[in-house]
């Protein structure tokens, strides 16, 4: 074996810092090519891994990466809500949000869980729609899931004056607008989204509709203002049905990469010491498009 080349050889050292993601099964998640690529971009000694971690095997793991020293860990289906009963200390967004992705292991031996998904997807948007004004008018929001729940907590603390949530099951709309309980949020029928999009400043498609080997989401965006943004937390393909119309006819359009790659940085920042930067380079690297 060849190790002239000690570019391509990593070593770590008995003081770097550790982190990764814990799933079952984890094997698909982004996450450490992510990381791993904001670890080499500056130079830190320290390692991001994939964790696959069954159910039953959960709690007794977070409390043995955090006894061999780790920073800490992203969580991922199906421990975003058993990691609650894991951390001693939750943050304010994280319990709003009723879910944790982000765990933080402190000096102190505390367990502190966060939840970013809103901050990642609030960046996302400032970053591709620099025009952006939350405040501006209502925002239409589909779906009722855990990301639907975290989008529509970070668009209220920005002062969003309206969101119209729609949910092909209603009962899960009702239900999900009891929870968080803002009188800024209003449960609106599926067939009826032709009749609020006029003056809709923000459409968001939170459903897994769209999504490569899923079924397409019909929608027909002739009544939706131009100047509305659209965006779609969908990934893959980057561009689905719904930002294709959009673009098509004027809109804005921000697709759902950046918001995974911004839901990242707090986490890095805790971990690892540096506010990462979200870039095209990044993007492609991600993606697997770039020349490693």
């Not at 292991?105 to 025009?131: H, S």
């Not at 719904?242 to 921000?254: D, I, K, M, T, Y």
Request: charged share 20%; aromatic share 6%.
């Amino acid at each position: 074996m060849d190790f002239s080349n000690s570019d391509r050889l990593q070593t770590l050292s008995g003081t770097s810092r550790l982190a990764g993601v814990m799933g079952w099964p984890v094997a698909h998640s982004k996450s450490p090519r992510l990381q791993g690529y904001w670890l080499a971009k500056y130079g830190i000694d320290g390692t991001y891994m994939p964790l696959p971690v069954a159910p039953e095997n959960f709690a007794s793991a977070v409390k043995s990466l955090r006894d061999l020293g780790f920073a800490g860990v992203n969580v991922t289906i199906p421990h975003k809500q058993a990691v609650f009963d894991v951390c001693d200390e939750l943050s304010d967004r994280a319990q709003r949000i009723g879910a944790v992705n982000t765990v933080t292991f402190a000096d102190d031996g505390k367990i502190l869980g966060d939840n970013t998904d809103g901050f990642g997807f609030i960046e996302n948007l400032r970053q591709n729609a620099p025009e952006i004004d939350f405040t501006r008018g209502p925002a239409i929001v589909l779906g009722a899931g855990g990301a639907c729940r975290a989008i529509i907590v970070s668009l209220l603390d920005e002062n969003c004056p309206e969101i119209r949530l729609l949910n092909r099951t209603k009962a899960r709309a009702d239900a999900l607008a009891d929870e968080i309980k803002d009188p800024r949020i209003t449960v609106v029928e599926w067939d009826r989204i032709d009749h609020c999009l006029e003056d809709a400043a923000l459409l968001v498609n939170t459903t897994s509709l769209g999504m490569v080997r899923q079924p397409p989401l019909e929608i027909d965006l002739a009544g939706l203002a131009k100047q509305a943004i659209v965006t779609d937390i969908v990934y893959a393909p980057l561009k689905t049905g719904l930002l294709a119309q959009a673009e098509g006819r004027g809109n804005s359009v921000v697709d759902g990469l950046g918001m995974l790659l911004h839901q990242a940085r707090p986490g890095f920042h805790r971990w690892f010491g540096i506010d990462p930067v979200v870039t095209p380079e990044l993007r492609d690297f991600v993606l697997g498009t770039s020349q490693e």
